[in-house]
């Protein structure tokens, strides 16, 4: 079993609807990453969180420790947000990181 | 700034032949990672440096070297080309923080060995 699981492995979604990924993770973390890989391969990271929420535009990522799971949530889906979403954690401050194997995500115009 | 470069983007080797892959970052991060990505299969994890001078075997080390000698520069060394090398490698950086680290990627290396 992998220490970190996505789900789901495949997402599509309409323009405008609400998405959600999950990620869950079976060690004990200092952070957890959510990071972009678009068609071509750069990947940015888009969030690092050890606790709570965080908030930026239409993407929002929430991390429950006790539970060691985390969600990353699309608001008003569109085209472009289509990409591979990689969760990731850390299991100390700057040590390296263990990724999940994607959520291909393709939002439909 | 550029981030993270890491050069070439593509590479065709053929069986056995050697290559070094380039990677820079500018922006004096102590952490230093090389990961391959297999076709619909996550990061793993090739090679890991602390600083200068330090560099440390991931998951999947076998058929590959590293080097540390300054801040900016860690190169990946594919010594006897095998067809199970061929993949997307990704050079990334962090700086660690107590809150844990953002940490930067480059572009990729497509490499197809034949």
């Known amino acids: 079993k992998n220490e970190v699981e996505q789900s789901p492995q495949n997402l599509t979604a309409q323009e405008g609807e609400f998405i959600t990924i999950n990620c869950s993770y079976s060690v004990g973390i200092s952070a957890l990453h959510w990071l972009q890989q678009h068609p071509g391969g750069g990947i940015v990271s888009l969030f690092m969180?050890?606790?709570g929420k965080k908030k930026h535009g239409r993407l929002i990522a929430t991390i429950n420790i006790q539970e060691k799971h985390s969600s990353l949530h699309i608001t008003a889906s569109h085209p472009r947000d289509s990409a591979v979403y990689i969760c990731a954690v850390s299991r100390t401050s700057g040590s390296r990181l263990t990724f999940g194997e994607g959520t291909q995500l393709t939002v439909n115009p | 700034n550029a981030g993270v470069t890491q050069t070439p983007k593509f590479r065709i080797l053929k069986i056995g032949q050697s290559m070094t892959l380039q990677c820079t970052q500018d922006?004096?991060?102590?952490?230093m990672y090389w990961y391959r990505q297999d076709p619909g299969m996550g990061l793993k994890l090739i090679y890991y440096s602390v600083g200068a001078g330090i560099t440390d075997k991931g998951e999947v080390p076998n058929g590959y070297n590293v080097s540390r000698s300054t801040t900016e520069d860690f190169p990946l060394r594919l010594e006897l080309a095998a067809p199970s090398q061929t993949s997307v490698y990704f050079c990334?950086?962090?700086?660690?923080?107590?809150?844990?680290?953002?940490?930067?990627f480059g572009e990729g290396s497509w490499l197809t060995v034949v």
């Open positions: 969180l050890s606790s």
């Open positions: 990334a950086s962090s700086y660690p923080r107590t809150d844990g680290n953002t940490i930067y």
């Open positions: 922006m004096n991060h102590n952490y």
